[in-house]
């Protein structure tokens, strides 16, 4: 951990590694975004074929005359929703 420059010593060397992981995925590197997905179970397979899924399926609902509003809002849109108004919240006195 000294090596690595992380002073906190409640991490452990799994802690260090998985956040390295996460933030060289999280700047585009798609070798470890592939090594994330592995680790947490999912495949970038799997989503790609979701993914298309979900693409055939709107597809068809446009086709037969329906509407483009999603009906319920994704869980990671939620999220970064309720992120941004607790941003706003604490910028706001």
Do not use: F, H, Y
Request: charged residues 30%.
């Amino acid at each position: 951990m000294l090596a690595a420059n992380i002073k906190d010593e409640e991490l452990t060397i799994a802690d260090a590694v998985i956040g390295g992981i996460i933030r060289t995925a999280c700047g585009g590197n798609p070798q470890m975004v592939k090594i994330l997905l592995d680790t947490i179970g999912e495949s970038a397979d799997i989503r790609l074929k979701e993914r298309d899924v979900k693409l055939r399926e709107k597809a068809a609902v446009l086709a037969n005359g329906g509407s483009n509003k999603p009906k319920e809002q994704s869980t990671m849109v939620q999220l970064v929703q309720t992120l941004q108004k607790a941003r706003e919240k604490r910028r706001t006195p």
